[in-house]
């Protein structure tokens, strides 16, 4: 009775505020967030291997290790990374990994705590997941005379480093040492590392080895979103923008304020269309599913437009429903940042992203047999 009260009272005081400020769960509720992917673990070699304990001796009292790998000239040589394993960590147990990938100028340690992802109780499959954040190399800077860590896909990047082969190699190294589940690998970035998160999702021989992706505030330049973007099956993307960011505008741009046309970037709406279309779900769209092995636990069925809901204050989703959906979150009124209420990222928003929205998308999702 009194949670029935407490219903007609949220629905009243819900109507009477004005259209942008609504906020239902209902969409959520009804398709926007499907089940939990069913798809079996896939163990990696690090569940078995006789290696692993002294891998995981590198870890501190707080479950951290910041390591290097020593890698090729082009991919980056020296390459460092931050890991974080969950509390409760097993050794033989399968668990969700997921990479975080940082903003131009910044590095592991901010990623992880604008983030959230080390935080405890963050789960998926019912287990603990392994969170890295892995750094970029430095790069000229946007004058070209600095040097300041980025990621592959900027005009800021570091010339010559492959970093989609940095990232295959890092996901080849952690499988190897860590009891990982290859069915659950995530990826997920902020800025420079939310294009680079893109970039991942439009390249196939990666787009292949993550089962869904989230660029937030992504700087989505033409080498982090090339216009022949082909992943080579649909791909699960959330993705989040606020109105109010002026280092990538929403609205897209044609140059930077200097007239720099390579930092150009998209329209976001027209960006997350793309993608809709590329997955074969949303308005005007063929209804084929495109390749792919994700796995859902039952067949979402195609949507011939998306659901627009207001699961948070200020905060509009638009979701183009279909096998591999495209969520948008469009955020009134916040900058350049990774949402949250805390604003360590400088925006302050009412929701976490990343426990209110990120993770629980990425559990609908994993890779499997199609
Ligand atoms: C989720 O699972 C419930 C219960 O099994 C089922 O009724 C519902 O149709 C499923 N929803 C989707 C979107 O698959
Ligand atoms: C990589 O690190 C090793 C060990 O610290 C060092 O000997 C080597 O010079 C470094 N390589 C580069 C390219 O910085
Ligand atoms: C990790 O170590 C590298 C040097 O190997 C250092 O540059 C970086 O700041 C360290 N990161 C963290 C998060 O401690
Ligand atoms: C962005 O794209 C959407 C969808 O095509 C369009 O409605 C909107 O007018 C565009 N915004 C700008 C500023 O061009
Ligand atoms: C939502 O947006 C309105 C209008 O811009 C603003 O006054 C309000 O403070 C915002 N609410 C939150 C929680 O950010
Ligand atoms: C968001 O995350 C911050 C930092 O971890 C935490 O203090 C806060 O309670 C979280 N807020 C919500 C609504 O979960
Ligand atoms: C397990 O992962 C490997 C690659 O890591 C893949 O080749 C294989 O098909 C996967 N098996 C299942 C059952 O998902």
């Known amino acids: 009775m009194r949670s029935l009260l407490f219903l007609a009272f949220a629905i009243c005081s819900a109507n009477a ?11 959520d509720a009804v398709s926007v967030n499907p089940n939990l992917s069913t798809a079996p673990s896939n163990a990696t070699a690090g569940c078995s291997s006789s290696s692993a304990s002294d891998f995981l001796s590198q870890f501190s009292s707080t479950n951290h290790a910041n390591l290097t790998l020593a890698l ?55 287990k603990g997941l392994v969170a890295v954040y892995p750094e970029g190399q430095f790069g000229p800077g946007k004058n070209g005379d600095e040097s300041i860590r980025a990621w592959q896909g900027a005009p800021y990047s570091p010339p ?20 990982l589940d290859s069915n ?3 990826a997920s970035g902020k800025s420079n590392g939310g294009g680079f998160t893109n970039l991942l ?15 937030v505030s992504a700087a989505l330049y033409a080498g982090a979103n090339p216009a022949d973007c082909a992943p080579g099956r649909s791909v699960p993307i959330i993705n989040f923008h606020g109105l109010a960011d002026t280092v990538i505008p929403f609205d897209g741009r044609d140059a930077d304020k200097e007239g720099r046309t390579e930092y150009a970037t998209p329209n ?25 092995r994700v796995k ?24 183009f429903t279909c096998d591999s959906q495209v969520n948008g979150f469009t955020v009134d009124g916040l900058g350049h940042s990774w949402p949250g209420t805390a604003g360590l990222d400088g925006g302050v ?17 994993a890779l499997g047999d199609s």
């Not at 505020?17 to 969409?27: I, M």
């Not at 940095?166 to 040492?177: C, G, I, V």
């Not at 976001?268 to 792919?292: L, M, P």
């Open 349 to 365: 928003t009412t929701f976490n992203a990343t426990t209110a929205n990120i993770v629980p998308f990425f559990e609908t999702y």
């Open 160 to 179: 010559g480093v492959d970093d989609i082969g940095f990232t295959q190699a890092l996901l080849a190294h952690l499988s190897d040492n860590l009891c």
């Open 268 to 292: 976001i709406t027209q960006y997350r269309e793309a993608w809709a279309a590329r997955n074969g779900c949303g308005a005007g769209t063929s209804s084929t599913k495109v390749g792919g």
């Open 296 to 319: 859902l636990s039952s067949h979402i069925a195609l949507n011939q437009a998306p659901l627009i809901s207001h699961p948070h204050e200020n905060t509009t989703l638009k979701a």
């Open 72 to 126: 090729s000239p082009s991919l980056g040589g020296n390459r460092t990374f931050l890991v974080h394993l969950p509390q409760n960590y097993y050794a033989s147990t399968p668990h969700a990994l997921v990479l975080s990938f940082h903003g131009f100028k910044s590095a592991a340690l901010k990623q992880e705590s604008i983030t959230g992802f080390s935080e405890p109780g963050v789960l998926i499959n019912g």
């Open 184 to 186: 659950r690998f995530y």
């Open 17 to 27: 505020l004005p259209t942008a400020r609504r906020f239902s769960r209902k969409a």
């Open 201 to 215: 999702a439009c390249t196939p021989s990666t787009a292949s080895l993550f089962a869904a992706f989230a660029p």
